[in-house]
């Protein structure tokens, strides 16, 4: 599957911003769809995932502050990111899990796809 996030940018700390991400060919069912960050000198982290059934988790240091949501046919998924802080800093990418069947017995394969990333820049 093809991801594509639009929406990042430039934030004075206390904003808002909202980001989109597009799923296009798929082949398969998506099972879940997330944003991870990846800030300088730091590992890339979940920032929030959103399964097809509509359950949400988030990481603890945006729980409250961030909302993630999907459009009912799982081909767009949306972070609203509120009340920004500096070390929200990062570039986030989108992330869709999926499975594909592979034969008519059913078997299938597990897959993981990722966006080319969009960068958001808390200003203090």
């Known amino acids: 599957v093809q991801l594509v996030e639009s929406g990042g940018g430039l934030v004075q700390s206390g904003g808002p911003l909202r980001l989109s991400c597009a799923a296009s060919e798929r082949n398969g069912s998506i099972i879940s769809m997330g944003w991870y960050r990846h800030a300088p000198v730091k590992e890339r982290e979940l920032v929030a995932e959103i399964t097809v059934g509509g359950s949400a988790n988030y990481a603890d240091c945006v729980r409250g502050r961030f909302t993630i949501s999907r459009d009912n046919a799982m081909k767009t998924v949306f972070l609203q990111t509120n009340k920004l802080k500096s070390e929200d800093t990062a570039v986030y990418y989108c992330?869709?899990?999926?499975?594909?069947?592979?034969?008519?017995?059913?078997?299938?394969?597990?897959?993981?796809?990722w966006g080319q990333g969009t960068q958001v820049t808390v200003s203090s």
């Open positions: 992330n869709a899990k999926g499975r594909t069947v592979v034969n008519v017995e059913g078997a299938s394969v597990d897959w993981d796809s």
